[in-house]
Nanobody, 121 residues
């Protein structure tokens, strides 16, 4: 069973930094796109940042220059370095990955269980 496990969500003061981690495990042939989404109370889940296996990244406008997404050397992990955090960054952060379990199958999207990030003084 393929799964994504996130870690790193905590409470931090405004202006602080935080690093989220996500690791994919299971019967994995390859992991292409990996990314982070956030969902605040009463709002829809939205993209924060994503990274392709090629290393190409894209970010939500609200986090450009503050957050950085990266892949681990094993390529099955993804990180989100969050700097200059603001109260409006408070949300549950979900890891997302497109995983192929065979060399000929179509990659499927998987979600982690989410990790809470709270930015408050």
């Amino acid at each position: 069973q393929e799964q994504l496990v996130e870690s790193g969500g905590v409470m931090v003061q405004p202006g602080g930094s935080l690093r989220l981690s996500c690791a994919a495990s299971g019967s994995i042939f390859s992991v292409s796109r990996m990314g982070w989404y956030c969902q605040a109370p009463g709002k829809q889940r939205e993209l924060v940042a994503a990274i392709q296996s090629s290393g190409i990244t894209n970010y939500a406008d609200s986090v450009k220059g503050r957050f950085a997404v990266s892949r681990g050397s094993a390529k099955n992990t993804v990180y989100l370095q969050m700097n200059r955090l603001k109260p409006e960054d408070t949300a549950v952060y979900y890891c997302n990955a497109d995983i192929a379990t065979t060399g000929w199958g179509t990659p499927h999207g998987y979600w982690g269980q989410g990790t809470q990030v709270t930015v408050s003084s």
